[in-house]
């Protein structure tokens, strides 16, 4: 299949985009590369020794993001592109509703026009707010705690009203949790541009060098 992955470039999109290609699938990236690196594509390109199309887009571009899934006609889409902080979410609330949500609906609408109707979409735990109970399992009540969980959860309903209008349309939805580690060639991993927001990156750039330290909250 050829694949379209917004995001393809960050932590979870590259990884994927290995996986599809030693599947045998032929992934096309679109990302902005602000939260990630062209260099990303250069470590899979050499990981998997395959040359990986890419497009420098941010997919608040509608007619720019049209203009490429005419050209490359995916058979389906993986959508990872969004701002992801969940305390620069709390901080800067508009901003993360307007970019994730405008560039979901963007994607949709386009992949709605070019009929193309093979969906799965990263969502996040975040969406089950705070559980009553551990384990947390599917079925659980979903709520969020702050505008970047809201986003998903937002999100999660459009694709779920997308899906009930249209009989062709199929989605999967990927609630992770905190997922860590690196490629086991040692090239790729998680590397944001700016201070980690999740804990295994953090410590990972204190053990460089990077940062200084790793403050622990609490006494217990």
Not at 35 to 62: G, H, Y
Not at 146 to 172: C, F, H
Request: glycine share 8%; hydrophobic share 40%.
């Amino acid at each position: 299949m050829d694949i379209l992955v917004t995001g393809g470039a960050g932590y979870i999109g590259s990884h994927t985009v290995i996986e599809l290609i030693n599947k045998g699938h032929n992934p096309f990236i679109v990302d902005n590369f602000s939260n990630s690196s062209p260099v990303a594509i250069e470590r899979i390109e050499q990981i998997t020794n395959k040359s990986v199309p890419f497009i420098d887009l941010d997919i608040c571009d509608k007619l720019g993001l049209k203009k490429y899934m005419k050209k490359i006609k995916p058979d389906a889409v993986i959508h990872f592109a969004g701002l992801k902080a969940v305390g620069e979410s709390v901080s800067c609330p508009l901003k993360y509703y307007s970019n994730n949500l405008i560039s979901t609906l963007n994607l949709y609408e386009c992949m709605s026009d070019l009929g193309i109707s093979k969906l799965i979409f990263s969502s996040s735990a975040t969406v089950y707010g705070i559980p009553k109970k551990v384990p947390i399992t599917e079925d659980f009540l979903l709520s969020a705690t702050n505008p970047y969980g809201q986003t998903k959860l937002m999100i999660e309903q459009i694709t779920k009203d997308w899906v009930a209008s249209d009989d062709r349309i199929q989605a999967t939805l990927l609630r992770y949790f905190n997922p860590i580690g690196a490629h086991e060639s040692g090239l790729i991993g998680e590397s944001p541009s700016t201070i980690p927001n999740n804990l295994m990156p953090y410590i990972s750039q204190v053990a460089v060098g990077k940062l200084d330290k790793v403050k622990v909250f609490g006494q217990d």
